[in-house]
């Protein structure tokens, strides 16, 4: 089994397959101690409105959207809210094929985490300066993140609105609509704003099913009307978006909080640690206009076509991430991986290469590098450590630049001699020359240190033992 996130294909007769992308998450269990992000307020895919010509071509806030992605990617939370104002205007789908809906759908796949997203007034409220249909915004809602049967929904759920909630853990979260009714659509059900009364029933309800013993964390973009009181009604923590900026406070429960906006540079997100007995947010951390405040590079390339890769993770923030995750892409096979400061979790070798989920601590305001080493190909973990005769493992890596690491094993003592040799048969090197025990042995070259470096391209390494056995394999270097 891999734990990742698939997708969901529905069948029904008389109607067309509907498939969801990444829309279902399978885990190994529950977390106690977790974290996981609010982010609001990205108006994609730009903040310029119908009326300026900058809108038909300018996609900047999906840049600043996807460098919260890459930082929320790194950081591993269990799951991201989105409290609204998702889409810019949500009448730009079909009007001149503008696709804002379609944009901003495919950068949910991006993320590498379950994703749960609730509306706000740019996304379903309806501009009247757009000439869209009336109720345009929140149809287009309907079709590619809602429920189509909200115009006329069945008598045994009445709602008009989308409110949903999740069990994480012993938190229940609960998410509700929220909007301004700007182009009037259905005024006589949605009226000029939210919450309905039906979605404060709703919430009632909802709350009123939850185990005493479980926290409460309601999100949503806005408090249009300021109902909701999280003391009276009990509620742990609300988080919210519209003002773009920060608000509340971090310190005292319960927690009533905005974070500032993804959009227009800022490129913020807050996280909140969740642990068996608390709830804690934290100050709110910005991607930085680079990019650059949470950073990972590889060495080489992590395009699967590299053995052993490195990876530099630079953490600017006063914040430790904790459960982080980094997927190495590595050749395919039956390899078996050593890592430097990191944790490998699964291997998922279904693909063109496999891909290697390493868990990783990454310290606060710190600097921390991560290395995987594949074994050689063909080599399980069993056999590397219990063969039943002499072993000389393939080096690695190979093709190799300075250094190059070639394994043997001994299934008895021995006198051995290790050796590089050129195709002449020159010695090059000696790399072991003396009793070993039985058991696995390793030794690193490192052709820079050497004397001579005319050693050609193709050497060749070869084992001798007093026993008489006698194995070689051949080096390939990198001119």
């Not at 947010?281 to 076509?305: C, D, F, K």
């Not at 039956?334 to 279904?350: A, P």
């Not at 072993?391 to 190059?404: G, R």
Request: charged share 20%; with cysteine.
């Amino acid at each position: 089994e891999i734990f990742e996130l698939f997708d969901l294909k529905v069948l029904a007769t008389g109607i067309e397959d509907d498939i969801s992308e990444d829309a279902i998450q399978l885990i190994e269990e529950e977390k106690d101690s977790y974290y996981f992000i609010h982010i609001t307020d990205t108006h994609l895919p730009t903040h310029f409105y119908y009326e300026d010509p900058q809108s038909l071509s300018d996609t900047s806030e999906m840049g600043d959207l996807w460098a919260v992605i890459h930082d929320i990617n790194l950081i591993n939370p269990e799951f991201v809210l989105i409290t609204g104002d998702y889409i810019n205007e949500g009448e730009l789908e079909d009007l001149e094929a503008r696709r804002y809906y379609t944009k901003a759908q495919r950068m949910l796949t991006k993320f590498d985490i379950p994703v749960y997203l609730v509306s706000g007034n740019h996304d379903i409220g309806g501009w009247v300066s757009t000439p869209a249909p009336q109720g345009t915004a929140r149809r287009d809602w309907w079709r590619f993140f809602g429920w189509k049967w909200l115009q006329d929904p069945p008598q045994s759920d009445p709602l008009h609105t989308q409110n949903y909630g999740f069990y994480y853990g012993n938190t229940h979260y609960i998410g509700m609509e929220a909007y301004l009714n700007y182009d009037g659509y259905m005024y006589m059900i949605y009226g000029e704003e939210s919450f309905l009364e039906p979605q404060l029933q709703w919430l009632r309800a909802e709350l009123l099913t939850t185990p005493d013993e479980y926290r409460k964390v309601i999100f949503y973009h806005y408090d249009f009307k300021d109902q909701i009181n999280l003391s009276t009604i009990e509620v742990d923590m609300a988080l919210y978006g519209h003002i773009h900026h920060n608000s509340g406070n971090i310190s005292n429960p319960p927690y009533n909080l905005a974070t500032d906006n993804v959009c227009d540079g800022d490129r913020a997100y807050r996280m909140v640690r969740v642990t068996a007995g608390s709830l804690q947010p934290t100050e709110t951390l910005h991607a930085g206009w680079t990019g650059g405040n949470l950073s990972v590079n590889y060495s080489p390339a992590n395009n699967g076509q590299s053995d052993s890769i490195t990876a530099l993770i630079l953490n600017q923030h006063n914040q430790a991430f904790e459960h982080s995750r980094l997927k190495f892409k590595m050749p395919p096979g039956d390899d078996s991986y050593t890592l430097e400061n990191g944790v490998l979790q699964q291997v998922d070798r279904s693909g063109e290469y496999n891909i290697c989920y390493v868990d990783v601590d990454i310290p606060a305001s710190g600097l921390i590098r991560v290395k995987i080493k594949a074994f050689d190909p063909g080599i399980g973990v069993q056999e590397m450590h219990d063969p039943k005769e002499y072993k000389l493992y393939q080096n690695y890596h190979n093709p190799y630049a300075n250094k190059t690491t070639v394994r043997y094993y001994l299934p008895h003592a021995d006198a051995v001699h290790l050796c590089v040799y050129d195709m002449s048969g020159k010695l090059v090197s000696e790399l072991v020359n003396k009793r070993q025990d039985a058991g696995a042995y390793s030794v690193t070259w490192d052709i820079s240190a050497e004397s001579s470096g005319a050693h050609g391209t193709v050497l060749f390494c070869r084992l001798h033992t007093d026993s008489g056995i006698e194995k070689s394999i051949k080096l390939v270097r990198i001119p």
